[in-house]
């Protein structure tokens, strides 16, 4: 390999290293504001409430969210 080459190389490796550091601390970082978010929160997961029957079917294919009916 060239001086050239191996120089050129060198810096790549060196790039490399960095970016896949960042990458990460970047994972844990986010690993741990999840870990925080779901401490603070368990109530917020409220069960959705029932959607009603129309015609036998769900009325949520059948009715927008304004109540407007869909054909």
Same mark, same amino acid.
């Given at each position: 390999? +060239?001086?050239?080459?191996?120089?050129? #190389?060198? *810096?790549?490796?060196?790039?490399?290293?960095? #970016?896949?550091?960042?990458?990460a601390e /970047?994972?844990? %970082?986010a690993?741990?504001? +999840?870990?925080?978010?779901?401490?603070?929160?368990?109530?917020?997961? /409220?069960?959705?409430?029932?959607? %009603?029957?129309?015609?036998?079917? +769900? +009325? /949520?294919? #059948?009715?927008? *969210?304004?109540?407007?009916?869909?054909?």
């Amino acid at each position: 390999m +060239s001086p050239e080459a191996a120089a050129k #190389h060198e *810096a790549f490796l060196k790039a490399r290293g960095r #970016h896949y550091s960042n990458e990460a601390e /970047a994972m844990k %970082r986010a690993a741990q504001l +999840s870990d925080d978010e779901d401490d603070d929160s368990p109530a917020e997961e /409220a069960a959705a409430p029932p959607v %009603r029957k129309v015609n036998g079917a +769900s +009325s /949520a294919a #059948h009715e927008t *969210a304004d109540g407007m009916k869909c054909t």
